[in-house]
């Protein structure tokens, strides 16, 4: 399948890839098909989260294990039963990216993670249910030089975001 993007052009995607959220991401919940794209630079840290029916939306995504290795999305199941996720092992979380327009600052939002369902290509944006995290949870900040180093995720028995 042939999809136009306001960043990448007119691409070829393997329409088996396409990822469904029901309910939308918030603010944009008519926009329901997405696939996941490399960033520019395949060893970087972010993938891109393209709308299929928007060529002008895409979330840059990551894992948040990169930046916070004790991140856990502590989610009750009935908040994912709509992505028919059945073994919480088998889920990918991902958060979203926000750059500021000057690049000055760079957060991610730990408060709304998203959760892909790869073998149903489903996903849900979840509202964690604590104030343990940021929605602005800062990775780089030109201003203050705070800056979190990459690191490799660790391991642990709850649902964690796993290789994107």
């Keep these: 399948m042939e999809i136009e993007t306001t960043r990448f052009g007119h691409i070829e995607i393997d329409e088996s890839l396409i ?48 930046f916070v290795p004790d991140y ?25 990216v926000n750059i500021k327009r000057d690049h000055s600052e760079i957060t991610i939002n ?11 290509k489903l996903a849900k944006q979840c509202i964690l249910r604590t104030d343990e995290y940021a929605v602005r949870h800062v990775i780089y900040s030109q201003s203050t030089s705070q800056n979190t180093t990459p690191q490799t995720p660790g391991s642990t ?8």
């Design 19 to 66: 990822i469904t959220v029901p309910d939308g991401i918030l603010g944009f919940e008519g926009l329901n098909r997405f696939i996941i794209l490399d960033h520019f630079d395949k060893e970087s840290p972010f993938k891109w989260f393209q709308s299929i029916e928007d060529p002008s939306l895409a979330f840059v995504i990551t894992d948040p294990l990169i």
């Design 72 to 96: 856990k999305a502590k989610i009750h199941k009935d908040e994912i039963s709509s992505i028919e996720l059945s073994d919480a092992t088998k889920a990918l979380i991902v958060v979203i």
């Design 110 to 120: 730990l408060q709304g993670p998203l959760v892909i369902n790869s073998e149903k």
């Design 157 to 164: 028995k709850e649902a964690k975001s796993q290789s994107l």
